[in-house]
């Protein structure tokens, strides 16, 4: 379609005063508002004023300016319907052959933290996208450009062929509903969200594409990876990578796993996860000494594993990590000593993450063939947690110290799960078994004589007593696990016959 008439009004003004130009050489006529149509006069681009062609002033403070049958019978004329010509005609309205908008900066608006209600509403554009919809209904008809990005491309095909060709205009037409789609989801949740609706009646989301990803969870599938807007700066998808190859489908996935373990702990951790299970957990007085018991905790499982650290990575944790073949280590920061010592080996991975960040409460999604599953995030801990002793023997200080550190890492393993932990640091680990006291056979012959005096931790209680009874002859000394089975009396009873301490905490920890 040949352009004779443009209307441009951005709020991004990057490229538009060099676009405008070139239109004009072009003999392109440019109808703009506003700030868009001051920034081209300044710049010396010839401009006619909206309010010149609508024949109404700017009203209600530039509420209502391009929200007139001028503009829009301009963009909605069929050009090829002699009934839509002819009423063009009658009411002396002329077609407008592109349009270049860009909306009010809503998500950087609410982006900002001392934002008000009143300032939000005012940055939610009219206008803008109706003027953006009619010309994209009209694609066959009209160019509509949203993304400077797209700038270059009208312009080369106008200089070549005179006109912007029907394939172009239909992915610029494609565009423009993903970005008002994307516009108004973000408004539509900051708007339930401020009426304190949390599952309302239709739920739409956006997302931005981050990367392309060489391949999903296998070679033969494709994939990509999409960032939430405004997202949890405390998160894999907001993390910056210092040094490695690009990320995979599954390092991001388990770079997640890792990231959401590590966050359970204030005192020095180390993390390590395959295939989103931790094989490794370590805390102690100093970082390197977290990381080398979650080494110590599965040496064979953490080669080509994710490591996730609450601490920087100084030198000495680094020459430990040098050691082994490692996939991805993230931490806060990475001090000079640490980054010269990793960066020697060119694929590893180094990312850092804001940990000082608020770690926002968002909703937690999961696909399912034709549809969506939404729930809140497991936040639980045992701070919230009523601890209950049911067992004629309390647990000692050091099992207490064990207890919590394996039910930390529990909420965390594939279900059914058990952790056994001892001294800082796990030491056997079943994960997603189709029973318990499988998950407790896998972890118990993981942690050998270690297991003596050793913590279990279950992420739901044992609906009879035989996992008490296989960790009593593993040596296990503490439990820790919900409770609520109706068979709870067998379980407590086990355990007083072993002289076990068993705690519950009234909540499970499930994990799908």
Known sequence: MNVKRALLSVSNKE?????????????????????TKKTLEQEGVPVISISDVTGFPEILAGRVKTLHPMIHGGLLAIRDDEDHLQQL??????????????????????????????????????????????????????????????????????????????????????????????????????????AGESYPETLTVTFTKKQDLRYGENPHQSA??????????????????????????????????????VKEFTEPAAVAVKHMNP??????????????????????????????????????????????FLEIVIAPSFSEDALAILTQ????????????????????????????????????????AELKVVTKREPTEKEWEDLKLAWK??????????????????????????????????????????AQGAALASDAFFPMNDTVEAAAKAGVTAIIQPGGSIRDEDS?????????AMVFTGVRHFKH
Not at 15 to 33: D, N, P, R
Not at 420 to 443: F, P, Y
């Open 224 to 261: 990509a990876f999409y960032q939430k807007p405004l997202g949890s700066s405390f998160s894999i998808a907001a993390a910056k990578q210092l040094h490695g190859k690009e990320l995979s489908y599954n390092n991001i996935n388990d770079a997640n796993a890792a990231l959401q373990i």
């Open 15 to 35: 490229g538009i005063v060099s676009f405008a130009k070139q239109l004009a050489e072009l003999g392109v006529e440019i109808i703009s508002t506003g700030g």
């Open 492 to 500: 407590i009873q086990k355990a007083d016959e072993y002289g076990i």
């Open 89 to 194: 005609n009658e009411h002396q309205i002329q077609p407008i052959d592109l349009v270049v908008v860009n909306l009010y900066p809503f998500q950087q608006t609410i982006a900002k933290q001392d934002v008000t209600f009143a300032e939000a509403i005012e940055n939610i554009d009219i206008g803008g996208p109706t003027m953006l919809r009619a010309a994209a209904k009209n694609h066959q008809y009209v160019t509509v450009v949203v993304d400077p990005a797209d700038y270059e491309t009208v312009l080369q095909e106008l200089r070549e062929n005179g006109a912007v060709s029907k394939a172009t205009n239909l992915k610029l037409a494609a565009k423009v509903f993903r970005h008002t789609a994307a516009y108004d989801a973000m408004i539509a949740e900051y708007l339930t969200n401020t």
């Open 345 to 384: 080996k060119k694929n590893i991975r180094l990312l850092t993450v804001d940990f000082v960040a608020e770690q926002k409460n968002e909703p937690m999604f999961v696909s399912v063939k034709g549809g969506l599953l939404v729930q809140e995030e497991d936040r639980y801990t045992l701070d919230d």
């Open 279 to 324: 094989c490794g957990v370590g805390v102690g007085g100093t970082i390197f000494e977290a990381f080398a018991r979650a080494y110590e905790a599965d040496p064979t499982s953490i080669f080509g594993g994710i490591i996730a650290l609450n601490r920087e990575v100084d030198r000495d944790t680094a020459l430990k990590m040098h050691e082994i």
């Open 409 to 450: 890492v529990v909420k965390h393993v594939k279900s059914n799960a058990i952790v056994l932990a001892k001294d800082g640091m796990t030491i056997g680990v079943g994960a997603g078994q189709m029973n318990r006291v499988g998950a407790a056979k896998i972890a118990i012959e993981q942690a050998g004589e270690k």
